[in-house]
């Protein structure tokens, strides 16, 4: 009898430690984040679902800093690209992983662009040519926390009247909510006081493997999208669209990202892989619909995209260099992460065949993307 019991004791002690080890997380150290930047505080914070996934944010850039996942047997692992505290993104080469992105996500041709006859210009960030991410914009700023609970972070900015180059004092919040269904719900807002124009977007890098652990290029990408918007050879779109049918572009079914990816295609050659927009919607509307879904036949972690944009840029990380080192320790090598990045399209300021972004006193910019998490059956 006692011998039985003991097996049935060492049995039940074996199957709870498994299942610990299965839910352990090594989240950040919030006291990595504690810091005063530009006379704000910086700090990180942390929201958790009742299935134990876990997202920590700070608001420096309002940066999605960990995704914790569980896999197809239920092991935990951070999916997000990121660094321990916040000296990692202050040195970071790659300076946009995990932000928000804004006033104008994405690349505006020779940083220059005309409202009501006037022109601006905007930082040129990008090759001394064009501007990239507004220059650095919203990344690199100390948000304001509005309101912080173990769901849900709400953050406000004001950008003033110039700054980056854009017209208006923009007013922004944006509130990252943590559901049950392992979604993370991200809704941007903003208004003007001056004609000008907004497309906010998030910059988080995913790699379902769990960071730190090489290439994406197994990964399987689904993209519900007829088109993408090509660009040329310093990546501005032309203000064309171009069907995907007979591309290496056509993710309309499911396919490994790296089974083209090294193809001559002569838009494969200019984003030195995948760095482009997919046109999701032809006009805006409000319909929230999937974008994408990416799987990892290894771990069995599915990503789903949801979003009322009217387009999302796949990048595949072809500029990862090895030499930022990431939460694990590892350096983030050659496409060992990507970005689904909900947006309107680039340069739409200049392409006057593309859906308008611009915002005037009195509307209410509005955007959603919704980053949900599941695993194969």
Known sequence: MYKKMYVYLATVISVLLASCGNSAKNLEDAAKFDRVIDGKQVALY????????????TNYGGRIVSVWVPDKNGKFADVALGFDGIDGYLNAKEQFIG???????????QGRFTIDSVEYHTPLNDGGVNT?????GFSNKVWDVVAADDRSLTLSYVSPDGEDGFPGTLSTTVTYTLKDDNAIDI????MTDKPTV?????????NLSGEGSGTVNDHVLQIHADAITPVD??????????????????????????ERVDETHPQLVFGNGYDHNWVLKEEPDKRIVQAVSLSDPKSGRILEVYTD???VQFYGGNFFAGADVGKSGKP?????????????????MNCETFPSIRLEPGEVYESVCIYKFKTAE
Request: charged share 15%; aromatic share 10%; net charge negative.
């Open 46 to 57: 942390t929201l958790e679902n009742e299935n134990g996934m876990v997202v920590q944010i």
């Open 309 to 311: 944009a009217v387009g």
């Open 187 to 190: 809704r941007y807002k903003a």
């Open 132 to 136: 990239l991410h507004s220059g650095g």
């Open 198 to 206: 907004v497309n906010l977007t998030n910059h988080a890098f995913f």
């Open 332 to 348: 983030y090598g050659f496409r060992e992460g990507l970005a689904l990045e909900t947006q309107s399209h680039p340069n739409s």
């Open 99 to 109: 932000c928000l992105v804004g006033r104008v996500a994405n690349r505006i041709g």
């Open 233 to 258: 050879s310093l990546l501005i779109p032309t203000g064309e669209y171009m069907d995907v049918t007979g591309t290496p572009f056509d993710f309309r079914t499911p396919v490994a990202i790296g």
